[in-house]
Nanobody, 124 residues
Framework: QVQLVESGGGLVQAGDSLRLSCTAS????????MGWFRQTPGKERDFVAA????????DYADSVKGRFTISRDSAKKTVYLQMNSLKSEDTAVYFC?????????????????WGQGTQVTVSS
């Protein structure tokens, strides 16, 4: 059983930075890949970023490339999403997800484990 707990959301102004954390428990994650998704009311959950736990290979949505950085700390079993130059359109609930595969995936259906989500609100 894998449990994911996100933290770090909040209210910030446009142009500010924020770092989200996702702490995992229950497994050895060397064969997992992790993802960050976000969702606004009435819309589908959108891919933000993903990372292979073993070697740290990453992938990003075009909308966040150059502004967001995903990383992981194996010792802490934690995945981070550093968000810089935030825009109002980044406002959403951000979810951490895990899948038992070393292949990166950008669709929510590919992930089996999910956190509860953390709200990020960017005021303009």
């Amino acid at each position: 059983q894998v449990q994911l707990v996100e933290s770090g959301g909040g209210l910030v102004q446009a142009g500010d930075s924020l770092r989200l954390s996702c702490t995992a428990s229950g497994r050895t994650f060397s064969r997992y890949s992790m993802g960050w998704f976000r969702q606004t009311p009435g819309k589908e959950r959108d891919f933000v970023a993903a990372i292979r736990w073993s070697v740290g290979t990453t992938d990003y949505a075009d909308s966040v490339k150059g502004r967001f950085t995903i990383s992981r700390d194996s010792a802490k079993k934690t995945v981070y999403l550093q968000m810089n130059s935030l825009k109002s359109e980044d406002t959403a609930v951000y979810f951490c997800a895990a899948r038992y595969s070393d292949v990166l995936a950008i669709v929510p259906a590919a992930y089996f484990y999910w956190g509860q989500g953390t709200q990020v609100t960017v005021s303009s």
